[in-house]
Nanobody, 118 residues
Framework: VQLRESGPGLAKPSQTLSLTCTVS??????????WSWIRQPPGKGLEYIAH???????EYGPALKTRTSISRDTSNNQFSLHLNSVTPEDTAVYYC???????????WGQGTLVTVSS
């Protein structure tokens, strides 16, 4: 299974950032897996954002919950992150990952750097 992030490398403050993760070698509908977004701001640790399960149900981390939505496109085996009202503090490397229970992130994409700047 491989994951690959795609999206804009640059966003302006107040815009909505949308990133897509394309999964190959396995289905996002497979039982027992959760498809996740995590980010790492420069010089900081990893921050869990959200995940979507095999049934399509979503859960969100507390830090970005009010500004985040996650969705999936099963026909293209993709899932997406939408982050509203971005600020420069949202500058980070964004990763998608396959997760098992208890927040065990077992397979990661290579990450994509998003810079928020006017």
């Amino acid at each position: 299974v491989q994951l690959r992030e795609s999206g804009p490398g640059l966003a302006k403050p107040s815009q909505t950032l949308s990133l897509t993760c394309t999964v190959s070698g396995g289905s996002i509908k497979s039982n027992g897996y959760y498809w996740s977004w995590i980010r790492q701001p420069p010089g900081k640790g990893l921050e869990y954002i959200a995940h979507i399960g095999d049934s399509g149900s979503a859960e969100y981390g507390p830090a970005l919950k009010t500004r985040t939505s996650i969705s999936r496109d099963t026909s293209n085996n993709q899932f997406s992150l939408h982050l509203n009202s971005v600020t420069p503090e949202d500058t980070a490397v964004y990763y998608c990952a396959r997760m098992r229970g208890n927040y065990y992130f077992e397979i990661w994409g290579q990450g994509t750097l998003v810079t928020v700047s006017s």
